[in-house]
């Protein structure tokens, strides 16, 4: 066999890991997708229903390393794409116009997750990076502020699907807990709203848990949500310039940071959904429901990629404390902001 044939099938064989790789993520994604829609499993969503089927694969049949190529494909290629579409779901004029008060308040849930979730991690002698990503899932938009963030941290591939997959699912409870006790509780509706905007995980959280209270206090709810995914921008520029004198100071040659190009894509997603969508371009609610299907669906295939990463002596061993760090740290936040309401 010639030289020439030789690099054609190996080409041809990489080509095939890719596809096929990709292809698994895929048929996992939907299996997640149509798990997510089950009675229960509904309220923990595609993301968590996703990370586990992963995680159950992984430990029962171990991790597809003919397939390696097509996954990591997955876990980091798509999962980059998935988040500069997210961006479409920021409406910047709406969050400079109406939103600053707000903004104010979710710059004080962002930075109390934060510290307070490293100083019970130090506290509960909790892995340091798992613990980290938590804090900042649990101040900014769960999942997806731990994927973009990741790269930045040089996060391990594992932590970062650990920390998506206990978010989502911790983050749900507390959505549930939400809409269980709000018939109790002494706020009214907008109050409400504002709570469970400045205080809850994900976005999908904040929509499950303010629905309840009416459409009113849903979108002020989604509001103060919308914040706290704006400030993932600045906030990972603040985490470059940490890490890059994190770097300086514990090697004698300054460590490189990787850029996060995704982001300059999220923002000009952003610019371009809040200020082009809308004005000069109508696209219909059919249209722009379909990109947010794809969005999450993308990101579904990307912590599929991520979940066969993790093993479970892995999250016995290193995740129980970043977990109960986490959840301390969640009720603490809700108490605060109810008391500031």
């Not at 004029?93 to 004080?108: E, S």
Request: aromatic letters at 10%; hydrophobic letters at 55%; one cysteine or more.
């Amino acid at each position: 066999m010639t030289n020439t044939a030789i690099t054609q099938q190996q080409n041809s064989s990489t080509i095939g890991r890719l596809l096929g790789g990709i292809a698994f993520t895929f048929i996992m994604a939907l299996i997640g997708y149509e798990l997510s829609k089950v009675p229960g499993l509904d309220h923990v969503g595609q993301l968590a229903c996703a990370i586990i089927i992963a995680v159950i694969y992984r430990q029962i049949w171990g991790y597809p390393e003919k397939l390696r190529t097509g996954i990591q494909f997955s876990a980091k290629k798509l999962l980059r794409l998935a988040i500069i579409l997210f961006g479409l779901k920021l409406n910047m004029d709406v969050v400079f116009h109406q939103g600053l008060v707000l903004l104010a308040r979710d710059i004080g849930t962002i930075v109390f997750s934060i510290l307070v979730t490293l100083l019970l991690a130090k506290w509960l002698k909790a892995d340091a990076s798992l613990s980290m990503l938590l804090g900042i899932g649990t101040g900014v938009c769960g999942a997806a502020a731990i994927a973009a963030v990741s790269p930045i941290l040089k996060a391990k591939e594992e932590d970062t699907a650990m920390g998506a997959g206990i978010i989502a699912l911790v983050g749900t409870f507390f959505a549930i807990a939400y809409t269980i006790i709000r018939p109790f509780i002494p706020l009214t509706d907008m109050q409400y709203g504002i709570w469970s905007g400045v205080g809850l995980h994900e976005i999908a959280h904040v929509a499950l848990a303010g629905a309840p209270a009416g459409p009113d206090a849903l979108a002020i709810a989604l509001l103060a949500k919308l914040g706290r995914v704006f400030l993932l921008v600045p906030l990972s520029f603040i985490l470059m310039y940490w890490m890059k004198r994190k770097g300086t100071v514990e090697s004698d040659s300054e460590e490189k940071i990787e850029f996060p190009w995704f982001l300059i894509g999220f923002i000009i997603t952003s610019l371009f959904g809040s200020y082009v969508i809308g004005h000069t371009m109508i696209l219909s609610a059919s249209v722009m429901n379909g990109i947010s299907f794809v969005t999450s669906f993308l990101l579904t295939m990307a912590m599929i990629g991520l979940g066969l990463n993790v093993s479970l002596t892995d999250l016995r061993t290193k995740g129980l404390r970043p977990l109960l760090a986490m959840v301390i740290t969640s009720l603490l936040l809700s108490v605060f902001t109810f008391f500031t309401m």
